[in-house]
């Protein structure tokens, strides 16, 4: 029987840990969300860390920007919440709109904050194999595959997808972790062979079901984690009441015949990567107590 990486479960139990930990602390961690407009769908992510901040007992402050807002005005918020000794935590939730450089205000963020990773300072220490914080997607899988006891040291394991928030901080992690990982994208010419070879494989591509059964062998022996978030709905599911639904990158139903172990969508990586972040929260809020 396939087993099923359930990250709603495990983070219930990571809730449960961080909860009695920060029970713990003279005070709570406060992590700050910055948002440009209200894209629907990163107004839901944003919910969702609000309710796990809220279980976990750890405030969550939200400030929402107009669409029009300038550079240099998110700058000035930046610089705020990196004054503010109330604030540990900040992130920036993506996507952006394109009138904004996005590096150059993740760049803002103070190192000892930016509790995604996603500063230039964060990305150049992982490069140089001495990483101060997984950014929380790639935190949340390797999270997943442990709880599962899935061996990573020595294993070959296949990245598709190299985006600098998940398929590149994943296949690092992975690497520190001592697996043999192959990188593929969207030029690879033999993805499905490196996929075929890997005893693990991490899919982050963001297109619906892209991913078949032709990617895996058949011996039942391989571990696949779809991160992939993509909302399909309307004609493509051919249904007389037009709705959406979340769909991951891989096609559950035809690959879980052929693999050990799968992640769901929705309920795989989505609920780890919210647990990831207020993790990375918690250890930043302590890091930064024993330095004051
Ligand atoms: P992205 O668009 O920045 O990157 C996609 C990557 O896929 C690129 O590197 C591209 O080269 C590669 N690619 C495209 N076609 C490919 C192919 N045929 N074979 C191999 N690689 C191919 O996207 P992203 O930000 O990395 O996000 C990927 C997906 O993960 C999206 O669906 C996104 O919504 C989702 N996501 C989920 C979480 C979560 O918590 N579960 C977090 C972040 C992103």
Redesign the pocket.
């Known amino acids: 029987m396939v087993l099923i990486l359930d990250g709603r479960k495990v983070r219930d139990e990571i809730a449960v840990a961080l909860r009695r930990k920060i029970g713990a602390l003279s005070d709570s961690p406060r992590l700050a969300i910055v948002q440009v407009g209200s894209n629907k769908e990163s107004s839901a992510y944003i919910r969702q860390k609000e309710l796990f901040g809220e279980k976990i007992k750890v405030k969550v402050a939200h400030r929402v920007l107009p669409v029009s807002v300038s550079s240099s005005e998110v700058l000035s918020v930046i610089g705020e919440l990196n004054q503010d000794r109330t604030v540990h935590g900040i992130i920036i939730q993506l996507p952006l709109p394109d009138s904004l450089d996005r590096q150059r205000l993740l760049d803002a963020i103070a190192p000892a904050k930016d509790v995604d990773g996603l500063g230039s300072e964060h990305v150049a220490l992982r490069g140089k194999g001495t990483p101060y914080l997984w950014p929380?997607?790639a935190r949340?899988i390797i999270e997943l595959l442990d709880f599962y006891a899935v061996p990573i040291e020595g294993r070959r394991a296949a990245m598709?997808?190299?985006?600098?928030?998940?398929?590149t901080p994943t296949a690092e992690y992975l690497r520190q972790r001592g697996a043999e990982v192959t990188v593929?994208?969207?030029?690879?010419a033999d993805?499905k062979e490196i996929a075929r070879a890997s005893d693990i494989v991490v899919v982050?591509?963001?297109?619906p079901k892209?991913i078949g059964a032709e990617y895996f062998r058949d011996d039942k022996t391989q571990v696949v984690v779809d991160?992939?978030?993509?909302s399909v709905g309307g004609a493509a599911l051919q249904e007389e009441v037009p709705r959406q639904i979340i769909v991951?990158?891989l096609d559950f139903d035809a690959v879980k015949e052929r693999v050990a172990a799968l992640s769901p969508?929705p309920g795989?990586?989505?609920p780890?990567?919210?647990a990831a972040l207020f993790e990375n929260l918690t250890e930043a809020y302590e890091r930064q107590r024993m330095s004051s």
């Open positions: 929380a997607t949340g598709l997808g190299r985006s600098a928030l998940v398929g593929c994208h969207s030029q690879t993805t982050a591509i963001g297109k892209l991160v992939g978030i993509n991951g990158d969508v795989g990586v989505g780890m990567t919210v």
